[in-house]
């Protein structure tokens, strides 16, 4: 639709409006007694067949000339297809309900019947409008070439794209399925601050606001990681917290700088439990939520069925790549295989650095999975255990599905010696410009000096899963308000 013919429209419809004040319709009325929903009618046909109900919803088509008209409106769950005669309503109110234009919300009471063709109808004995519409809904909406009008104006996505919808109602059912499981489990859901003096919990580039009562910068989060650990060493031992996480970082298919995570603790745990809570926990949601294990995504199959296959992170980078780090024991051998292999250095890598670069570059997007992805270099680890076989790895695993990390999880670093020394390496990265690296946080330390069990420490990103759960190519699809830039 043009900008002219949008404008002419927005100008009938406002000439539309005027006529109804003067007519004494309120155009934007009040609540309305609804009964039931338009699934509740088509579902329960038979029982509620010749008797009154009063539902509401917004006129999507309208057909009809004379004084008989069909339409068909929409509600949460659904559409149904409306009869009204100009007899049963008086000619008054039937001259309004002609005026009234597609997108227009109306509430309606009548009897449920079937017409000849077997389409299941109510046949109107009163209405009344709720709320005009101004603006023509868009006839093409679907095959919009500027997809970012659909996620701007997610409104409008939602009321003419019933498949948007569905997916942000499968997604509040997983959100709610993944805490039914953990609350079965025994974890309490609790609340950290948003707000953090210290940006911790992840290598992540923050957003910075200032608190001008205590004149203090403040970060939002990028991580709930430090404070729900912290809650382990108070005591208490099942934990997780379901909320927003932010980071000042790119846009893609992927990312979105303000995300959701469900990050989980247990004492007494180590990071092969938590392997285990992952793969049972989305099996779970999967079965609740969609009735299979076999997804498909992007085409292509994706099985749930549990056990998921354990992987070494060195054994994938050999297999993939042609690489055997193991006998490359030194950073400057690293550093040599890397140039070797058209990666682009900025100098003093470490060999664990070298060798989850390899990882990321060459193997990420080749794993399917589902798949565990364990034994992380401890150069980007900073709050994982080392391994006991081999302290250059950490008991760090990740998760894969579909070629997209979407778990992250480990044997929590409980030596408060440790810690400090892996916040000091961190420290000299950020002083030699890495401002992704982890910053000292002193009262952390303090904490873990009072002393930690043993704990297992699990992240999972719910946008991601989501996404692959709803078979959507893109973040943004899963995000009712996806960050974007503004429009010129």
Request: charged share 30%.
């Amino acid at each position: 639709m043009s900008e002219d013919h949008h404008s002419d429209e927005l100008y009938v419809r406002q000439r539309k409006l005027d006529e109804l004040r003067e007519k004494g319709v309120q155009p934007y009325g009040e609540k309305y007694e609804v009964t039931h929903r338009a699934m509740d009618i088509i579902d329960d046909f038979e029982k509620l067949v010749g008797k009154s109900v009063k539902v509401s919803g917004r006129i999507l088509s309208r057909r009809g000339h004379g004084k008989a008209s069909f339409a068909n409106i929409q509600d949460m769950s659904g559409k149904i297809q409306l009869y009204i005669r100009q007899d049963s309503v008086g000619e008054g109110n039937y001259n309004i309900y002609k005026s009234l234009d597609v997108g227009d919300i109306i509430g309606v009471t009548g009897e449920v019947f079937k017409t000849k063709t077997g389409e299941i109808t109510i046949n109107i004995s009163s209405f009344k409008l709720l709320s005009k519409s101004l603006r023509p809904l868009p006839e093409k909406w679907h095959g919009l070439k500027d997809i970012e009008l659909r996620y701007r104006q997610r409104y409008v996505d939602l009321i003419v794209n019933p498949a948007v919808r569905e997916v942000f109602i499968a997604r509040s059912k997983v959100i709610q399925a993944i805490r039914e499981y953990l609350n079965r489990k025994g974890f309490l859901e609790v609340e950290t601050p948003v707000m953090h003096g210290i940006a911790g919990g992840a290598n992540a580039r923050p957003f910075i606001t200032h608190h001008n009562a205590l004149n203090i910068n403040l970060y939002l989060r990028i991580a709930t990681e430090l404070h729900l650990k912290r809650l382990v060493v108070g005591g208490m031992e099942k934990v997780y917290e379901l909320g927003r996480i932010f980071r000042n970082e790119g846009i893609s298919t992927n990312h979105n700088p303000e995300f959701t995570t469900v990050e989980i603790y247990q004492a007494n745990t180590d990071y092969e439990d938590m392997m285990r809570l992952t793969e049972e926990l989305v099996a779970s949601v999967a079965e609740e939520v969609f009735g299979t294990l076999k997804m498909s995504y992007g085409g292509k199959e994706l099985d749930l069925s549990l056990p998921w296959p354990r992987r070494d992170l060195l054994d994938l980078v050999r297999e993939i790549t042609g690489v055997d780090f193991t006998s490359i024991p030194d950073d400057e051998g690293a550093r040599q295989v890397a140039l070797e292999k058209g990666l682009e250095l900025k100098g003093g890598e470490s060999r664990g650095e070298i060798i989850f670069t390899f990882f990321e570059k060459f193997c990420e997007d080749r794993l399917w999975g589902p798949i565990f992805v364990k034994k992380y270099p401890v150069e980007v680890s900073p709050l994982a255990k080392r391994c006991s076989d081999d302290p250059r790895f950490t008991c760090r695993f990740e998760t894969f599905l579909a070629g997209k990390e979407i778990a992250n999880a480990f044997t929590e670093l409980i030596d408060p010696l440790d810690q400090r020394a892996r916040f000091e390496a961190q420290m000299r990265k950020r002083a030699a410009g890495d401002e992704e690296a982890h910053m000292m946080d002193e009262d952390f330390l303090t904490a873990l000096e009072y002393g930690m069990p043993p704990t297992g420490g699990l992240g999972i990103g719910i946008d991601r899963l989501i996404m692959i759960l709803t078979d959507s190519p893109s973040i943004r699809d899963v995000i009712l308000f996806p960050t974007m830039r503004p429009r010129e």
